[in-house]
């Protein structure tokens, strides 16, 4: 039986998917995760799904958005202006670029 | 928990949905939350005329984008204040709809061109953001959280409205005389909109004394003067000779002549009673019945789904 292993590195980040093991139940399961997926990176916690259990929709069934390009959503595309001449302003903008990064992380 | 008890408890997110409050502080608190959210309704509605407007395929997407965050912080702010009790989100709506509901003075003058970008994205949303900035530290908890959220959002539309205010003032000769006289029409509007000098002010101690507002009517006015008038001297925009406002080197002010602003004209906006809310107030309500088949029609999918979907 096919488990899939989702690692999640830090409290309150997600868990993302890093791979799978096989195990006859649950407790190896989870056992083996450990061994395989959390020794080598940083880890919080794992989860471990059965493979039957994970229902899929891919991209010849569905139209996904996500593709265009949205940088005039973000403070940091306007930058031939300066933001340093209103603290509200410029923490907003710091705070659109660390919130930036964390996507880029996932 | 009684007034006297609440005014010592009174700090930053102090009070929440699971606190007894007394009526006075949830009506004071309701009644600021729906001028708010009320004035990112007709301040959404507003804006939505630059998208037609717009030069270029960037632009449009920036003033759309803008829009719809400016709809989405409506809705967080109707949020907070029906927590309070006082009004449902609904009974808020439609005091709106019958023009009873109060907004911002500078949302009451309909714009028709793209010179009056600048003016609404950079200077009204500048000062709509010192000032929000300030809430983020407001006693009614649910308040300050929505501030948190739109507060990272309203960056984007400052700095959009400032690189609109800076493109035209590098353009043509005419562009920035355009932009010049559109900036003596709206300065005044500008100014007051941090509402009267703190003695004419009808509930700011009270506000003030519960911890719903940390800063001042002046106060607000003065940091926005100090951060904007150097702004707009840098793209070359001349400040208006009414009102006059003196910098003041020794204490680092601007001093405004408070009389050289039209208060009558302020005052009859906030009672609704100018003649142009009728039309922004009337638009609004006629552009929200037009698209009622689009709410319908969206009820009427979600009902008919068995299984919960997400919203994109």
């Keep these: 039986m096919i488990w899939e292993v989702f690692r999640q590195a830090k409290p309150g980040k997600y868990h993302t998917h890093c791979g799978n093991v096989h195990a006859p139940d649950r407790e190896m399961a989870k056992l083996f995760a450990q061994i395989q997926h959390g020794r080598r990176m940083q880890t919080n916690s794992l989860w471990v799904v059965p493979q039957e259990e994970v229902s899929e929709v891919d991209s010849d069934e569905a139209t996904f958005g996500g593709s265009t390009d949205k940088a005039y959503r973000w403070a940091m595309t306007y930058n031939r202006v300066d933001a340093s001449f209103a603290a509200e302003v410029e923490q907003s903008e710091d705070e659109q670029r660390e919130a930036a990064k964390a996507r880029e992380e996932l | ?312």
């Design chain 2, 1 to 312: 928990m009684d007034l006297e008890e609440l005014k010592e408890r009174a700090g930053p997110r102090a009070f929440s949905p699971k606190d007894d409050l007394p009526e006075e502080y949830r009506k004071a608190a309701t009644r600021m939350i729906q001028f708010h959210a009320n004035s990112e309704v007709m301040g959404g509605y507003l804006d939505k005329q630059f998208t037609r407007q717009a030069p270029s395929l960037d632009r449009k997407l920036a003033c759309t984008a803008k829009v719809q965050d400016e709809i989405g912080h409506a809705q967080l702010l109707y949020r907070a204040a029906e927590t309070l009790g006082v009004k449902t989100r609904e009974e808020m709506l439609e005091e709106l709809e019958r023009g009873e509901g109060k907004f911002l003075n500078c949302f009451h003058y309909p714009v028709d061109s793209w010179y009056e970008a600048p003016m609404i994205d950079f200077f009204v949303d500048g000062g709509a953001m010192r000032r929000q900035a300030t809430l983020k530290a407001t006693s009614w908890e649910p308040y300050a959280h929505a501030m948190d959220k739109v507060c990272f959002e309203e960056g984007f539309h400052v700095k959009h409205g400032e690189d609109i205010l800076r493109e035209l003032m590098g353009s043509s000769r005419a562009n920035r005389e355009r932009v010049q006289e559109t900036f003596d029409e709206w300065w005044p509007r500008i100014v007051q909109f941090f509402g009267p000098p703190n003695k004419d002010s009808k509930h700011n101690d009270f506000a003030q004394q519960v911890g719903l507002k940390t800063t001042s009517n002046d106060e607000l006015r003065q940091a926005f003067l100090n951060a904007y008038i150097p702004k707009a001297e840098k793209y070359g925009l001349e400040l208006p000779d009414t009102p006059r406002i003196e910098y003041d080197e020794h204490s680092g002010r601007y001093e405004l002549e408070y009389d050289d602003l039209d208060w009558e004209e302020f005052w009859t906006i906030a009672k609704n009673d100018y003649e142009r809310s009728a039309e922004q107030i009337g638009s609004r309500r006629r552009r929200h019945e037009a698209v009622a088949w689009v709410r319908e029609s969206m009820d009427a999918w979600e009902t008919s789904q068995e299984t919960p979907q997400a919203a994109d």
